[in-house]
């Protein structure tokens, strides 16, 4: 029988409220030449039952409990497809999203790895908040080096990736798709995105990850491996580059500390990575992403708020923040120095959040009262506004300062 074009990974785990509904999103692609494994990795419910259901499309493998890396590596050692890509079994896919995705491969030939967007939905699927997609860029280093952005449902890759990168390191159980993708692309394939939001990522209890020191811990190791590679540039061994990636690492889990209301360990973490990187304090894209990052999760059933009032909670949430650190003992130099460039960094912010809402008085009198805290700092994010207008590109507070 001729191997398929694609094959698609599906690790399960006690994934029975949602495994059918992942699995019928396959089934429906308008692309057909693609096989479907799927891992059950020691599930204790009816997973198994449940993905029977779609025997004889549906390759089932069985493993005792071994964490999501072992149960992919399963997958990736029976795969016969030239492209390999995964789907988390509470995720599902839009019907284009197979053709969508090996259109950019044959368009490029050169290209290694393709990927997309998502649009985050809840348990019931209902929507949360809008799309997200990521910028197009061929070399994901360095965007990689200071964060996941591209999540595992989110992937497609040539086979060939896989035997130069290696495969999942099943020591890892919070982050091995980062430690992945680092290696993919040191090894030198270009990455594509495909600018649509092709997954519907599904946030609820379960697939939040709450041990937030062993994410710290294991972060910090993906990352001291991707730094002490050989193949890692010149231009990104420079301290700068490492003090932005491990300090990243630790505000992106002090967010999700926070937004699980663990208020002392997560600031803790947040004072850490501004430690590392302390400009992070003056750009106001540092707070319009906390925001997002850290503000509670909508719930199936409730009712999403409007513009003003989504905005009203992340400017409320935001100098929470910001006044709860400056309040901190011993803060370090490079830290407290900078107490009235935070504040004018976050009104800019602040300003943002309003112009998205529409409401124009406040946006004036939030840049106002930046300019008022610290002119230089106002000034600067004003500026870069203007440049990224000009070339319709983000705006300015979502641009790095350097």
């Given at each position: 029988?001729?191997?398929?074009?694609v094959?698609?990974?599906?690790?399960?785990?006690?994934?029975?409220?949602?495994?059918e509904e992942?699995?019928?999103?396959?089934?429906?692609?308008?692309?057909q030449?693609?096989e479907?494994?799927?891992?059950?990795?020691?599930?204790?419910?009816?997973?198994?039952e449940?993905?029977?259901?779609?025997?004889?499309?549906?390759?089932?493998?069985?493993?005792?409990?071994?964490?999501?890396a072992a149960?992919?590596?399963?997958?990736?050692?029976?795969?016969?497809?030239?492209?390999?890509?995964?789907l988390?079994?509470?995720?599902?896919?839009?019907?284009?999203?197979?053709e969508?995705?090996?259109?950019?491969f044959?368009?490029?030939?050169?290209?290694?790895a393709?990927?997309?967007?998502?649009?985050?939905?809840?348990?019931?699927?209902?929507?949360?908040?809008?799309?997200?997609?990521?910028?197009?860029?061929?070399d994901v280093l360095?965007p990689?080096?200071?964060?996941?952005f591209?999540?595992?449902s989110?992937?497609?890759?040539?086979?060939a990736?896989?035997?130069?990168?290696?495969?999942?390191?099943?020591?890892?159980?919070?982050?091995?798709?980062?430690?992945?993708?680092?290696?993919?692309?040191?090894s030198?394939?270009?990455?594509?995105?495909?600018?649509e939001?092709?997954?519907?990522y599904?946030?609820?209890?379960?697939?939040l990850?709450?041990?937030f020191?062993?994410?710290?811990r294991?972060?910090?190791?993906?990352?001291?491996?991707?730094?002490?590679?050989?193949?890692?540039?010149r231009?990104?061994q420079?301290?700068?580059v490492?003090?932005?990636?491990?300090?990243?690492l630790?505000?992106s889990?002090a967010?999700?500390?926070?937004q699980?209301?663990?208020?002392?360990?997560g600031?803790?973490?947040?004072?850490?990575?501004?430690?590392?990187?302390?400009?992070?304090?003056?750009?106001?894209?540092?707070?319009?992403?906390?925001?997002e990052?850290?503000?509670?999760?909508?719930?199936?059933?409730?009712?999403q708020?409007q513009?003003?009032?989504?905005?009203?909670?992340a400017?409320?949430f935001?100098?929470?923040?910001?006044?709860r650190?400056?309040?901190?003992?011993?803060?370090?130099?490079?830290?407290?120095r900078?107490?009235?460039?935070?504040?004018?960094?976050?009104?800019?912010?602040?300003?943002?959040l309003?112009?998205?809402?529409?409401r124009?008085?406040l946006?004036?009198s939030?840049?106002?009262?930046?300019l008022?805290v610290h002119p230089?700092?106002?000034?600067?994010?004003l500026?870069?506004?203007?440049?990224?207008?000009?070339?319709e590109?983000?705006?300015?507070?979502?641009?790095?300062?350097e």
């Amino acid at each position: 029988m001729a191997a398929p074009a694609v094959s698609v990974i599906t690790a399960a785990y006690n994934a029975g409220r949602f495994v059918e509904e992942t699995l019928t999103s396959i089934v429906a692609q308008t692309y057909q030449d693609f096989e479907m494994i799927v891992v059950d990795d020691g599930s204790t419910d009816d997973t198994r039952e449940r993905v029977l259901r779609f025997a004889p499309r549906v390759t089932l493998l069985s493993q005792a409990n071994g964490g999501v890396a072992a149960a992919l590596n399963a997958g990736l050692r029976r795969a016969r497809g030239a492209y390999v890509t995964f789907l988390d079994a509470d995720d599902v896919w839009v019907p284009r999203r197979l053709e969508r995705v090996m259109r950019a491969f044959e368009h490029d030939r050169g290209v290694g790895a393709v990927y997309h967007g998502y649009a985050a939905v809840d348990e019931a699927g209902a929507p949360l908040g809008g799309a997200f997609v990521p910028p197009p860029r061929g070399d994901v280093l360095e965007p990689l080096l200071c964060g996941l952005f591209i999540g595992q449902s989110m992937i497609t890759l040539r086979r060939a990736c896989f035997d130069r990168a290696g495969i999942f390191d099943t020591a890892l159980r919070t982050c091995p798709d980062w430690d992945l993708l680092l290696r993919v692309a040191l090894s030198g394939e270009r990455f594509c995105c495909v600018s649509e939001a092709l997954v519907r990522y599904r946030i609820h209890g379960h697939n939040l990850t709450r041990n937030f020191a062993r994410l710290v811990r294991e972060g910090r190791i993906v990352l001291d491996r991707a730094f002490a590679d050989p193949r890692l540039p010149r231009a990104l061994q420079s301290g700068a580059v490492r003090a932005r990636a491990y300090g990243h690492l630790s505000i992106s889990v002090a967010a999700r500390c926070i937004q699980q209301d663990q208020w002392s360990d997560g600031l803790a973490l947040l004072l850490d990575g501004i430690r590392a990187h302390p400009r992070v304090l003056v750009r106001p894209s540092f707070y319009l992403d906390l925001a997002e990052r850290a503000l509670p999760l909508s719930r199936a059933g409730e009712r999403q708020p409007q513009p003003a009032a989504r905005s009203d909670r992340a400017i409320g949430f935001l100098t929470d923040v910001l006044a709860r650190l400056f309040e901190m003992p011993n803060l370090p130099p490079e830290v407290a120095r900078r107490r009235r460039h935070a504040w004018s960094a976050l009104w800019v912010a602040a300003a943002a959040l309003q112009n998205a809402a529409g409401r124009r008085p406040l946006v004036v009198s939030n840049l106002a009262r930046a300019l008022l805290v610290h002119p230089a700092t106002a000034a600067a994010a004003l500026v870069r506004a203007g440049a990224a207008h000009a070339a319709e590109a983000r705006p300015a507070w979502n641009q790095p300062s350097e």
